[in-house]
């Protein structure tokens, strides 16, 4: 019975310390990508990491891999990448970062070597010393190709960033994420929802039901009201 009181203490001991060191990992970056499959993925995975990162003195750009071309029913291709867009952009003003823009279609994303050569060509161009993108596992293909493709440039750059993986919607699309590392994001919470409610064509209500959930989730897990959590690529 001793011994497994003492096991007790010394997990909720592992616990507080968690919380306590729940963003030191983010200390030493100057230069952050999230790296999103379509507008409004970047703010939902990590919004509230993405604000505190920017005040910290991080620069912090905001890639969007496609324009959200099948986002919209009943809109074209054009025109709902040109409101998608517009969206984007919103709401990176009102997290004070920067939007950049990719090439791949919404739902018909590709893997090949030019899709290869244009990940590690954006990457190489901006130079980030730290990249969050999807699960690699999550349901949506789109979040997946993502994944695979900054994971592979992240090995043909020779390791020159810090790769992180996030969760959007978990249990509905990202699956089986363990996370490894926190960020108290109870401070940038409101900021966060307010930036992903600028995709008014999206069904915000209910992505922001999953993700709040997800939030206090991983708040409980660093000793704080809301979280956020990840997962870093090893060597």
Known sequence: MKKQLTLILLLLLVGVS???????WLEGYKKVLVIGAHPDDPETMCGGTMIKLREM???VVSVYFTLGEAGIPGKSHEESSSIRTAEAKKACEVMGVRPVFMTQIDGNTEVNKVRYAEMKTLIEAE???????????????DHRIC???VYDAWRQTGYDF???YG????GLQTQNFTPTLWVNITNQHD?????????ESQDMPVVQEWHDAMEILRGMECHTKYGEAFVKQNY
Request: net charge negative; hydrophobic share 35%.
């Open 147 to 149: 994944s695979i493709l």
């Open 127 to 141: 130079k980030p010393d730290m990249v969050i993108t999807h699960w690699p596992i999550d349901s949506h293909r």
């Open 18 to 24: 968690t919380g306590q060191a729940a963003e030191r």
């Open 191 to 199: 900021q966060k929802v307010k930036a992903y409610y600028c995709h």
């Open 57 to 59: 003195g991080v620069e």
């Open 162 to 164: 810090d790769l992180y």
């Open 167 to 170: 969760e959007v919607m978990t």
